[in-house]
């Protein structure tokens, strides 16, 4: 009953913080509560002993990915007015994608496959078990060519986040050494000779 009231309870924040991260109008606070998000799917896994997915949440995306999600938001100066602009434009798209979205977690959800009876023993309590390596084996068993198709289609967004942040290299007016070097002193000094000019008092008259 209580681990029942616990995954209730950090569901309930979970869903909470999600609607959050796509309504607030502050980036920054998107992002916190993007990791409030992070910190609850971690606290539900560990309900399910899924402890090595817990920690790899916490460690890699809180620990790593949204610190620089942060550092990012706030060194960039976005212009929130302009980002709205579009959005009544692509608003019927958005709508039909999350139709899409809900209708595939629910194909999902009832095909039967979560609603299998579960054991009389608890995997998790056989002697010599570990979750760990039980994920490994399924992983480049069962689930390999998934998990290497989802490799291949990460490395094609790094490469294509990678070609769309380069730029051509600026035209910087830079010091070179060499020539500086190699520089008389006819080209660094120059006296030019001028006439002196008589002084003239208040009055107009030169002295």
């Not at 991260?21 to 990791?35: C, Y």
């Not at 916490?58 to 942060?70: D, I, P, Q, R, S």
């Not at 194909?107 to 490994?136: C, K, M, W």
Request: contains cysteine.
């Amino acid at each position: 009953m209580v681990e029942l009231l616990v995954f209730y309870f950090f569901g309930a924040v979970l869903v909470i913080s999600a609607s959050m991260v796509v309504t607030i109008r502050n980036p920054v606070f998107a992002a916190l509560f993007l990791v409030l998000c992070f910190f609850s799917s971690a606290a539900i896994w560990l309900i399910l002993q899924a402890e090595f997915l817990a920690i790899a949440l916490v460690l890699v995306y809180v620990g790593a990915v949204m610190v620089l999600f942060l550092f990012v938001v706030m060194m960039l100066d976005i212009n929130i007015a302009r980002l709205r602009e579009g959005f009544v434009k692509f608003l019927p798209v958005g709508i039909i994608v999350a139709l899409l979205m809900l209708v595939a977690m629910s194909l999902v959800i009832t095909s039967g496959y979560f609603n299998r009876e579960e054991p009389a023993i608890q995997v998790s309590q056989v002697a010599g078990y570990s979750n760990t390596t039980q994920l490994g084996k399924a992983l480049f068993t069962e689930y390999l060519y998934p998990f290497e198709i989802a490799g291949v289609i990460l490395l094609v967004a790094i490469i294509a986040a990678i070609s769309l942040t380069m730029r051509k290299p600026r035209s910087n007016k830079t010091q070179q050494p060499s020539l500086q070097v190699r520089a008389s002193k006819k080209e660094r000094l120059r006296i030019i000779k001028m006439k002196a000019e008589p002084k003239q008092d208040a009055g107009g008259q030169s002295s």
